[in-house]
Every structure is written in C-alpha cells, then in structure tokens.
C-alpha cells in the first residue's frame, strides 16, 4: 500500500509570496491533518479534513487554509507569507473512525523556506 | 502553551541500554501516542494507549500512562544505533484527530 505523499518536498518563496502544498493520503484514509513542525514551537496542529469538510481548526491565523477533494486528497495554502512561516509542513492521514483507533500516517513533510 | 511536556530534551546512551523518556500533558485525554521521527523527516506511529489503560508493550517498547499524575513514559528495552531520533508523544483530549504534541526527545544511541 502507498504512503502518504506530500509535494513538493522543499521550496523557497519570498515574503507575500503565496503557497499551496498537496497531499495523498493512503488509499481508503478519508481524514488529513496538517501540521507545521519548526524548532521553537514544535508540531503545531492546522486542520483536519473528513470528507472534504474541515472538522478541526488550530490556532491560526486565516492566512493559512485548506481544502479537500473527494478523493480525499488535500491542499493546504498559505498566504502573504511571513519569515515566521518557515517551516516543515507534515500531513497525516488517518481512517477516519473513532480517534481511539486513529493513529496517524505522516508523509516526509514539504520543507518550507520564506525569504 | 498547549504542548505536552517531554523530558529529557536529549538523551545519549551506550547500544543495549535502556531509554526512558516522559510526557506530561495539562488537560483531560481521550488516547495519547507515541510517535518517532528521524531527521526532521515524518513522523512513525509507535504505539496508542487509550485513557483507561495503564500500560501497553509492543517488541521493545513499553508504554505507561498515568492519568491521576497526567503523565506517560515510554521504555525503550535493549536500545540500538537504529533508534537514534526524535520520540514525541501526541494526545488527543477531545476524542477527535486534533493531537497535541510533545515537545520531543532528541535520543542518541551509541554504538
């Protein structure tokens, strides 16, 4: 079975420069998180998608949004980007059920550079 | 902050030593994990241990939780050079997939 797969992989944009990052989940995973991992605040939570409705929201600023297909890929945008949204950005799929069960499969992450 | 606290931050040990790292959280959980990363790559699920267990073995690992102390270790038993990474726990407090993530163990095992 195919992991997840997030593209691009690295990037370089500058400051109020825009960006959309892409993930597939694993086939039948019908839930993706994201995530933004930088050294000082740690893995940070962004959203979650089931089936191509946002069901969670972390705390973010509305620069940053989302989106699902209804093949359950997802896209992730960023906006107007800022210096502080260098980061490693990793999406998780998951199955979707009762989140006792729910462990999550995380991609190799698209490595994010703002200049 | 909403992050678990994990500690050590770092933590260097000779090949076939045991590793134990903890997790402390603030608020009520419904399951919390125990996930690997190696080199700022993704993360590798490890195992998941639900709010009304106590503990849980998988191979070499051997995870505690505590929910009176609000806390969780995980024990590496017979540590090798392969499991040089970071180790975060994650914990979901609302039974949903918003987790929130330790802070992280950075473990060096030496060979």
């Known amino acids: 079975k195919a992991g997840v797969t997030q593209t691009p992989r690295y990037l370089i944009k500058t400051r109020g420069q825009q960006v959309t990052l892409s993930c597939s989940p694993i086939s039948g995973h019908r839930s993706v998180s994201w995530y933004q991992q930088t050294p000082g605040q740690g893995l940070q939570f962004l959203f979650e998608y089931f089936s191509e409705t946002q069901r969670n929201k972390g705390n973010f600023p509305g620069r940053f949004s989302g989106r699902q297909f209804s093949n359950s890929r997802s896209e992730m945008n960023v906006s107007t980007l800022e210096l502080g949204d260098s980061a490693l950005y990793l999406c998780?799929?998951?199955?979707?059920?009762?989140?006792?069960?729910?462990?999550?499969?995380f991609g190799e992450g698209s490595r994010l550079t703002v200049l | 902050s909403q992050q678990g606290e994990e500690d050590p931050q770092a933590l260097s040990i000779q090949e076939g030593e045991n590793a134990t790292m903890n997790c402390s959280y603030k608020t009520s959980i419904n399951n919390l994990q125990w996930y690997r990363q190696n080199s700022g790559r993704g993360l590798v699920h490890l195992i998941l241990?639900?709010?009304?267990?106590r503990e849980k073995h998988s191979g070499r690992l051997r995870v505690t939780l505590d929910t009176s102390k609000k806390s969780s270790s995980l024990l590496i038993t017979a540590s090798r050079a392969a499991d040089t990474a970071s180790y975060f726990c994650?914990?979901?407090?609302?039974?949903?997939?918003?987790?929130?993530f330790g802070t992280g163990t950075r473990l060096k095992v030496l060979a």
């Open positions: 241990i639900r709010s009304n267990e």
């Open positions: 994650a914990m979901s407090t609302s039974g949903t997939y918003k987790y929130i």
């Open positions: 998780a799929s998951a199955w979707g059920g009762p989140a006792n069960t729910g462990e999550l499969f």
